[in-house]
């Protein structure tokens, strides 16, 4: 449809975003526009990927990288998206993808508030369970050296937690 005239007589532009995910056939016959593009016409492809195009694709295009989007913008966009996103849910979305609004909105749809808020829920019963490891193998390496000084400190007799004592008593 490239081929076609524009509405009102002016350039016609086409956007191909994530074009990585072109598989052969897509490639060929971008190539194929690419080397005999109609007048003004002009083609953006977006990629995070420009390694995965035909090396013949890559000599005709003109690479522009675009720096991440700052957590503020992906904030205010996503209000413009999802007018419905609570201020906690877009802030974090905001911090969490990497500066792109198709990662943020991507993460929104997917229910990534929800697994995240699950994550954070497991990472903080970990950390719980780690914080009483420690703890547990503090007080152990505390414990005195001497048997006689051990005693006291569990509350209990040798007998009682030590197989061997309780082997030579009988």
Not at 30 to 59: A, C, D, H, M, N
Not at 68 to 87: Q, S, Y
Not at 118 to 145: G, H
């Amino acid at each position: 449809k490239l081929h076609s005239k524009a509405a009102e007589g002016g350039w016609r532009v086409a956007i191909v975003d994530s074009a990585e995910y072109l598989n052969a056939t897509g490639q060929n016959a971008l190539l194929k526009v690419l080397e005999e593009p109609p007048s003004k016409t002009l083609l953006i492809l977006t990629t995070s990927q420009p390694g995965s195009f035909l090396p013949t694709i890559r000599s005709r295009c003109r690479m522009v990288n675009m720096d991440p989007l700052p957590p503020a913008t992906l904030a205010k966009l996503l209000e413009k998206f999802i007018p419905t996103i609570g201020d906690g849910e877009k802030d974090a979305i905001s911090r969490y993808a990497e500066g792109s609004i198709g990662q943020a909105l991507q993460f929104y749809a997917d229910g990534g508030m929800a697994l995240y808020g699950d994550s954070r829920a497991r990472y903080r019963r970990v950390a719980q369970q780690r914080r009483k490891i420690i703890a547990r193998r503090t007080k152990i390496r505390n414990l005195p050296r001497n048997p006689d000084r051990l005693v006291p400190a569990i509350g209990t007799d040798r007998g009682a937690w030590c197989p061997r004592d309780r082997h030579d008593a009988g």
